[in-house]
């Protein structure tokens, strides 16, 4: 009898080439490689990470930052209509309501509108290197510090965020008495922290 031969099945495994920016299971999510390299493109400039850089963490603030970041500013406007109203009750300035109105709700959706803007504009990177920070509508910042600097960081939670189960991670360098970034208004800011810890003392 002739021996015959069999081929073996073909892989059940699909070969995908390299992604030069590597994604790390984290908070940021169980999302392929195709996946989250798709996310760091769409969030972050392709020049600002190094080829093999491994992302750890790739956040921004809590949807909360564009409502609860300009409160004061909100409050304000509210504030102002207000007094325009009574002093134009009491002394006749010659204002109408409609037009006071009109223009607070105006006022307020136009800061509402620019904190969007700053929240669209604000990323937060953590990787095995590196820790990133971008923000800014008009004028771009970046702040960004290898991890064998990074002295301490810190978590602040305000009034508003404990309210809303958020918080802010502050991180100082060497050489530094203050903070040099700020993380702000994270959702699960305590896990947050600990993969930062568990970060820099795994990779520095």
Known sequence: MTPTTTEPPPSKHRHTSATPHRLAEGLTGETSAEEAAARAAGMLP??????????VLLLKP??????LAPLRALTGIVILAIALDLANTYLNLGFSRQNTLLAAITLLLLR??????????????????????????????????PLQKVQHTN??????????????IAVATAGTAVAETYW????SP???H???????????
Not at 62 to 67: D, E, H, Q, T
Not at 155 to 168: C, D, N, V
Not at 184 to 187: D, G, Q, V
């Open 190 to 192: 305590l896990q947050v």
């Open 112 to 145: 509402l509108f620019w904190q969007f803007l700053e929240w669209l504009s604000r990323v937060y990177v953590l990787t095995d290197r590196r820790i990133i920070t971008v923000a800014g509508v008009i004028r771009v910042r970046v702040f960004e510090t």
């Open 194 to 204: 600990q993969k930062i810890v568990q970060t820099l003392n795994r990779y520095r």
């Open 62 to 67: 809590s949807p909360w930052f564009i409502l």
């Open 155 to 168: 978590m602040l939670f305000s009034l508003r965020e404990r309210l809303f189960a958020l918080g802010t």
């Open 46 to 55: 392709a020049e600002l990470l190094q080829p093999g850089e491994i992302i």
């Open 184 to 187: 702000l208004m994270l959702s």
